[in-house]
């Protein structure tokens, strides 16, 4: 299984905002997509970090009542883990077991940002494969379809 089998789902939960953006209008994009993890793109489209919102509510938190003009790439989390549409499922979650990730972006070859993978699902489509395996080797072993 690959991560393009689950790729509509995490294009439902991408958010995106520009590099020069200011960390009130990235918390402004959590609060409105319900997104955890925002990426962060460049002038072309291409993913240049992540923000998540617990960076926002840390730096807003900084800043005081007068608001806050930080931009969002000074905050932001540079060196990002993220995966292809042509990987395999199980190596995204090994990946993300190993680094301790609940999400993790898609990003094209071009390094545009495609979905937000949750570990949740990855999981969950895993398991259904494990158990489409199950039944087949059951069907196999008890000689059903062989009469």
Known sequence: MFVEQILPQARER??????????????????????????????????V???TKTDIVSQIGRCGADGCSARVDTIMTREVLSSHANEALQDVWMAMKARGLQRMPVVG???????????????QSLLGEVKNEEA????????????
């Open 14 to 47: 991408l958010a995106t905002i520009g590099a020069a953006a200011s960390v009130t209008d990235a918390a402004e994009v959590t609060s409105r997509l319900h997104a955890d993890l925002v990426v962060v793109c460049n002038e072309t489209g291409s993913m």
């Open 49 to 51: 970090g992540v923000i």
């Open 109 to 123: 070859h071009d390094g545009k940002p495609l979905g937000i993978l949750y570990s949740r699902d990855v999981l």
């Open 136 to 147: 087949l080797l059951r069907d196999y072993v008890m000689n059903v379809g062989y009469r």
